[in-house]
């Protein structure tokens, strides 16, 4: 038995960080952004940040996607507050519909997508922020918390609150 501490984990390849991670960077971008382009610019601009730091920062192996989701909040509000952040949200759930839609059930969806941007606009960044981590980027809340510098239990109860916030908007936008 030795008293030496295990040394620690070894960092994942950052190509295999890259790889596993941009999609869901980009769906948090778009999310936040609602615009593809600066979404692009924005995911782009989060793994420039995170390659010159990977080294140097040395996240833990558990916590590279929190760590990364961190530098892309931080991204995004460098970005421009004045921009637009719901295009993002618009993208990620645009693409989850079928291409076997009819035309109604495709306008249908646009529709509700559309709503659902205009109730976000309506909302606070931390509200719309929590909504896209959880719904664009399809966080657990503990990575949520870790993120956004709570607990789990806070960032649950958050996201809840959002979500119901904005579920109340659309309702009264239908009645």
Known sequence: ?????????????????YVSNCDAIYAFCFSQLR?????????????????????????????????????????IADHGRATARLRRLAVRLAGNRGTDLDVEEFAARNSDLLRAQQGLALMK???RTLIGLRVAAGLPYAEIAEITGVTAHAAEVATHRALDKLRS???AQSA
Do not use: H
């Open 35 to 75: 615009d593809p382009v600066a979404a692009e610019d924005c995911g782009a601009d989060v793994f420039v940040r995170a390659f010159q730091a990977y080294e140097r920062k040395g996240p833990e192996p558990a916590k590279v996607r929190a760590w990364l989701y961190g530098i892309a909040r931080n991204t």
């Open 1 to 17: 038995m030795s008293d030496t501490p295990d040394p620690p984990a070894a960092l994942p390849p950052f190509e295999e960080v």
């Open 169 to 171: 908007m659309l309702e």
């Open 125 to 127: 960044p931390r509200e």
